[in-house]
């Protein structure tokens, strides 16, 4: 049941993260900006997100898990409900700023503690849960919102994204003496994790990963015009792919043991997918298959990255997942700038997904070699 609650909170951060592309229009028109200016409420959101990576090494410190998590959820809450009731722009992107820095604090330490409520045996299968919750809110909870926006208003889906973060809160409030809490490293322990070699490779890997992966998704409606899929099918397929992936990897991470191997293989997958993006997607039925596999391969990394990070760094981790899900979200600022710069030089639209693909191998490569040390190393 503890799970559940954690569950509740990262659907509705999976929501809140992707929603608001969708709900731009609206909210340009609500407060007469254009869908630019009302577009920062996102990238501000992503900013205060990664800026709470500081801020939560120092309250895990000082503070127990259950405070930590229900000031996480407090913070992200006040951020929406300022979002619901905002009547300008400046409001609105404040809002979403302090909401931002709630779901950064909340989702490493939800997800870090999933892993603590099982057995090391599946340990696996419960980050795999934990991320698929948090695909659920995209796949699951932004076509709900949409509807409520387009039937309603764009304000009916801050208040399910708040019934949502309310359920965790109040079930975390009731329940939180049963979970299980490791003493925490200090503070200055934490920090070293930031200069230590192993760990920064690791996340290094997750980075070019999400660079690649995240920033090709962003034009993927350009990648595919002309080509026989429509890109709602291709979206709509990502997100599906990227649900079963998540769910399923730490079946496999569990079985296998070997995190870092499960790793490879899912580079080694995305390689061959990417490069088949061109080709296939000139087939009505065939070019589906890639966007299912990249979406299920993708959301499908997290698991294998935190358990791998786990046995260099055990006790740390709520950190690592905060370094990871950072990789991740510079990742996607920095697969976006990277592709707007390729296409502004000139590059093709339909070649980007060989340009993402350099990215992904060099990935792979660096996996290999990481592979290669922790055998010499026996680690």
């Known amino acids: 049941m503890n799970f559940f609650f954690l569950a509740a909170g990262m659907f509705a951060l999976g929501c809140d993260d992707y929603i608001f592309a969708g709900l731009l229009p609206g909210i340009s028109t609500s407060f007469q900006s254009s869908i630019i200016a009302a577009a920062q409420g996102i990238s501000v959101y992503g900013i205060t997100y990664v800026g709470a990576l500081p801020l939560c090494v120092f309250l895990l410190t000082k503070k127990s898990t259950r405070q930590v998590l229900l000031l996480a959820l407090l913070t992200f809450i006040a951020g929406n409900l300022l979002t619901l009731m905002s009547l300008n722009l400046s409001v609105y992107i404040a809002g979403r700023a302090i909401a931002g820095l709630g779901a950064g604090l909340y989702l490493p330490l939800a997800i870090a503690t999933a892993g603590e409520l099982v057995e090391p045996a599946a340990k696996g299968r419960a980050l795999s849960l934990a991320w698929g919750s948090n695909a659920a809110g995209a796949v699951i909870g932004i076509p709900i919102g949409l509807w409520l926006a387009d ?53 290094a890997v997750t980075l070019l990963t999400a660079t690649g992966g995240l920033g090709l998704y962003v034009y993927i409606s350009t990648v595919l015009e002309g080509t026989a899929i429509p890109p709602a099918t291709a979206l709509s397929l990502w997100n599906i792919g990227g649900l079963i992936g998540s769910l399923s990897i730490g079946f496999i991470a569990d079985r296998f043991g070997k995190p870092q191997w499960v790793m490879l293989s899912i580079l080694g997958v995305q390689v061959i997918t990417f490069l088949s993006i061109p080709t296939l997607s000139l087939f009505p039925l065939l070019g589906n298959l890639p966007f299912f596999l990249w979406g299920a391969l993708g959301w499908s990394t997290m698991t294998p990255q935190q358990l791998r990070l ?9 950190t690592m997942v905060a370094l990871n899900s950072t990789a991740v979200s510079l990742g996607s600022v920095f697969g976006t700038t990277l ?29 290999i070699l990481l592979i290669l040390q922790a055998v010499l190393h026996k680690n």
């Open 310 to 318: 786990s046995q260099l760094k055990p006790g740390h981790d709520a």
């Open 339 to 367: 592709g707007g710069l390729a296409l502004a030089g000139g590059l093709n639209m339909s070649h980007l997904p060989y340009a993402a693909t350099g990215l992904i191998f060099s990935a792979f490569t660096l996996q």
């Open 151 to 203: 039937k309603i208003h764009w304000r009916a889906s801050i208040i399910m994204i708040l019934i949502l973060s309310l359920i965790a809160l109040l079930g975390l409030i009731s329940r939180a003496m049963n979970l299980k809490v490791t003493t925490l490293p200090s503070l200055r322990e934490q920090a070293s994790l930031l200069v230590d070699p192993g760990v920064m490779s690791v996340i």
